[in-house]
């Protein structure tokens, strides 16, 4: 016979592909360099010769036929490939049954398909029109971020001057290390004739994002309008806009945006160039992807700062991440530095962070599951979150609200974990026309110039002299009893 088997390799024949249209002709070439051994059965006889003319094992074989299988070699992989559904569903059933052990990947058209092939015992089922539309959605996205990393690219390297790189005010992680890998890779691309200079406003509060600075030996300068005159171009990484989130009057020009926020107000120049993706996790993620797709090597300061960034902003993966956040971390992770991470990650507690914690938990007082504390004049407000983070863990506690006065403001953090209460709604009734109020269901801040209160007291003085109408709008809001409020 024409198609039995004809030499002794067949007994080592560990892959066989079943049905050699054009997908299994490329499965086949894929396994030829990885494996020679490689039995291809279609029931064309025209293609099995041209296939064996390419020196190619191939025998002759309907695949729908019962006995397809007779005076076939013990196959252990099986792609099971023709455009034919039935023909493939009985193969992959009478496959199964011959040798229970293998694997077997089969083809189909459409996910009803896909699901009568996994139940006769496919392993894996390719839905080619699925994996096609995958496969389009990817290289265009790739073919998007390669673009945008080109221009950027180019863009840079055609610059003279001093680039001036912008985060959003009291920055974060994301915002740090998106401004550090930005220098980079303006130096790369123009190391002679361009320097850039990282600038910030308000505090690098949070003992992480201090250590952060220090370790990774960022030079972060206080924004100065003067200073910004030194500036050729500007940049504003994390930050949607001029004035928002950063003190750059409205109407500055800038150069560059990259950031993923969603309320993204148009500036009122237009940037020459803009990345803003509000679907992915991080700023530190697209950057992390111009790296990679200039095939610039990130040294292990960059890529550590960067992890960190992706992992903050997405709360370690579990807030916001998008696959490409994901891939991008995995291409950043190898390049990481362990114990850098670890020294960033678990820092000291500065003594005055400790201090606030202390007072926040002592100046405590609960009331129907409200706790508030006091903890009077503070120089670094980062404190009042990680303490409303940690007071809001007592027991009996639903929500915690922390407030302080800075040299300019009056600030609140609250956390909550009472689910019929949003508190950023809530502090946004009670507050946002004094200041700055608002966020998410579980977390919110506000921020009330002391500008608001034309009162000169020590500022002590006016805490106390304030804090009895401000909590008493936010106990109005949540429904707390009168006599309770006398308490706070
Ligand atoms: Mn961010």
Not at 73 to 100: C, H, M, Q, S
Not at 140 to 150: D, L, P
Not at 435 to 440: M, P, Q, R, T
Request: proline share 4%; with cysteine; charged share 20%.
């Amino acid at each position: 016979m024409a198609d039995s088997a004809q030499n002794g390799s067949r007994e080592r024949v560990l892959y066989a592909v079943l049905g050699c249209g054009s997908t299994g002709y490329h499965v086949l070439q894929e396994l030829q360099s990885s494996t020679g051994n490689v039995l291809v059965m279609d029931k064309n006889e025209d293609r099995v010769r041209e296939l064996r003319d390419q020196r190619i094992d191939a025998v002759r074989r309907d695949i729908s036929a019962l006995d397809f299988l007779s005076g076939i070699p013990a196959i252990e992989i099986a792609f099971v490939l023709t455009g034919d559904n039935e023909a493939n569903l009985a193969a992959v059933k009478a496959l199964r049954v011959a040798y229970p052990h293998s694997r077997i990947m089969a083809r189909a058209t459409d996910p009803l398909v896909a699901r009568n092939l996994e139940e006769a015992g496919a392993d894996f089922v390719l839905n080619q029109n699925q994996l096609m539309a995958k496969a389009a959605v990817y290289q265009i996205n790739k073919v998007y971020a390669n673009r945008v990393s080109q221009r950027l690219y180019s863009l840079l390297s055609s610059w003279e001057g001093t680039l001036g790189i912008i985060t959003h005010k009291n920055p974060d992680p994301d915002a740090i290390s998106s401004a550090l890998a930005l220098a980079v890779i303006a130096k790369n691309a123009n190391p002679n004739r361009l320097v850039c200079r990282i600038f910030y406003d308000g505090i690098i509060g949070h003992q992480a994002n201090r250590t952060l600075v220090n370790l990774l030996e960022i030079k972060m300068e206080k924004m100065d309008p003067a200073v910004l005159q030194e500036c050729t171009y500007l940049a504003l990484v994390d930050s949607p806009a001029p004035g928002v989130n950063n003190t750059l009057p409205s109407k500055t020009r800038v150069h560059i945006v990259i950031d993923h926020h969603e309320d993204g107000k148009l500036a009122e120049s237009p940037a020459l160039f803009v990345d803003s993706r509000p679907g992915i996790g991080a700023t530190a993620s697209i950057l992390s992807q111009y790296l990679q797709e200039l095939d610039i090597s990130v040294d292990k300061q960059v890529a550590t700062g960067l992890l960190y960034g992706i992992r903050s902003d997405t709360r370690d993966f579990s807030r916001n991440v998008t696959p490409q956040d994901l891939i991008n971390a995995a291409f950043l992770l190898p390049l990481t530095d362990n114990s850098l991470l670890d020294q960033i990650m678990s820092p000291s507690l500065s003594e005055e962070t400790l201090d606030i914690l202390g007072t926040a938990i002592a100046n405590r007082k609960i009331q129907s599951g409200y706790l508030f504390s006091n903890v009077g004049f503070i120089r670094n407000r980062d404190a009042l979150p990680q303490a409303a983070d940690l007071l809001i863990t007592l027991e009996g506690v639903n929500t915690a609200l922390i407030y302080g006065i800075s040299d300019e403001a009056i600030i609140m953090s609250a956390r909550n974990r009472d689910v019929r209460l949003h508190i950023g709604n809530v502090l946004k009734e009670a507050f946002g026309t004094m200041g700055e109020a608002g966020g998410h269901p579980t977390m919110a801040a506000a921020v009330i110039p002391l500008s608001f209160f034309s009162l000169a007291k020590s500022k002590v003085d006016l805490l106390s002299l304030v804090t009895e109408p401000l909590l008493g709008r936010f106990a109005n809001i949540v429904g707390l009893e009168s006599e309770v409020r006398n308490g706070i």
